[in-house]
């Protein structure tokens, strides 16, 4: 158990990312199907409730955020992962 965790925490939120397949759907910069994660920064850069905000949308989905995408819910990520996930992409930089 100790051995499981200690490799859980030494993965990066880079390694959720791909691991849950969000790269499926998002770039690190632009859009794919669904925005890139620094244009998710952007959006949202300067709300202090961005970060839990975006744990919900990872966990239980949305629609209309961005358009008419949907984003589907992913119920298979945890509650702690999706906040790690929603600070490092709210952490991304500027687009160019």
């Not at 632009?30 to 961005?50: L, N, S």
């Not at 239980?60 to 008419?68: E, K, M, N, P």
């Not at 589907?72 to 945890?78: A, I, L, M």
Request: aromatic fraction near 4%; charge should be positive.
């Amino acid at each position: 158990m100790a051995i499981h965790s200690l490799c859980a925490a030494a993965q990066t939120p880079a390694d959720l990312a791909r691991r849950n397949a969000c790269m499926a759907c998002h770039g690190l910069v632009h859009k794919q199907v669904g925005p890139g994660f620094a244009q998710i920064a952007e959006r949202y850069r300067g709300d202090a409730e961005a970060a839990a905000r975006l744990a919900g949308k990872i966990r239980d989905g949305s629609v209309g955020t961005w358009g008419r995408v949907i984003m589907p819910r992913q119920p298979q990520v945890s509650q702690a992962d999706a906040q790690l996930l929603s600070q490092w992409i709210l952490s991304q930089p500027t687009p160019r």
